[in-house]
């Protein structure tokens, strides 16, 4: 489910990291956010 949403976002013009942070709801810079999700042992 989450990768069909990414690719809806990404059909619309949202870059891969903004959507892969927008899809579980995380806030503020996508990048950080990503970073720190992965850094903190939170695989996805």
Not at 10 to 38: C, N, R
């Amino acid at each position: 489910m989450a990768r069909r949403s990414v690719r809806a976002l990404k059909e619309q013009g949202i870059q891969t990291e903004p959507a892969s942070a927008k899809v579980p709801g995380m806030e503020g810079d996508p990048y950080d956010a990503l970073l720190g999700f992965f850094t903190h042992g939170n695989p996805i």
